[in-house]
Structures are given as C-alpha cells and as structure tokens.
C-alpha cells in the first residue's frame, strides 16, 4: 500500500537493530539450576533412542579427544587457581551470562553488553526501512 501511494519506492531497505531496555533489574537475576541427574536424563534417552551409541563408541571419542588435553596442559587460561575466602570455601567470579542466568520477573530479557558500558537486561530490536 506504501508503494502504491509513493509514500516509499520498496526497491532498497535498511536493516538496524538496537537494544530496547527491559523492565527488570539486574540484581533479580537467579542462576539457571542444573539437574543433578542429567546424566541418568540422558541416559534413559539413549536406552529409548533408535541411535543407540555404543561403549565402544563412546571409548573412541573419548581417545579422540585425549589429545587436546596434553595439547592444551599448560597453556596460559588452562591452569585454574582456586581462590578461598575467610571460611576456607572457593570463591567463584559472578559472572553473568544468559547461558548461566535468567530474569524470573522477565524471562524474554536477555543480558547484553556493549563495548564500554555495563551489562544490562535488554530486548533485541529489529527494524527494516525504505532508504
């Protein structure tokens, strides 16, 4: 209808997108909670699965992959130093990640960062113009 009205040519657009503020606070983030019988999940999965892996599947990915292991002993970032606090537990970085955190009060909000600024809880925003 734009077109037909010559309000716009529809031959070039414009895509942009932008982080739209979401209406929830960073500090009501909650850690995502991780099954501790994932693995007993996973493997009824595979008893009721039509692919079927074998042990002696799983013993040849693993030998494939004990190479990256001794490749990557000692480079820097794979040496992890445990840091205690006063009461002797481990002190762990909070860091916040949408993989590792969500918004109770705002599930569709993910945590997004730009260079220089705070992470915040932001929507991702799309538009499409005619140039």
Known sequence: MCVQKGMVRGKRQCVDSAFIKANASMDTLVEKE????ASAYVNELEENSEFKVTSTRKKLVERHHDWK?????KMPGNVKSIRLDEDGEEIRPKYLSNHTHY???DPDAKISTKPGKPRQLNYAGQLAVDD
Do not use: N
Not at 34 to 37: A, F, M
Not at 69 to 73: D, F, T, V
């Open 34 to 37: 991780v099954l501790e019988d």
């Open 69 to 73: 292991k001794e490749a990557y002993k």
């Open 103 to 105: 918004s109770p009060t």
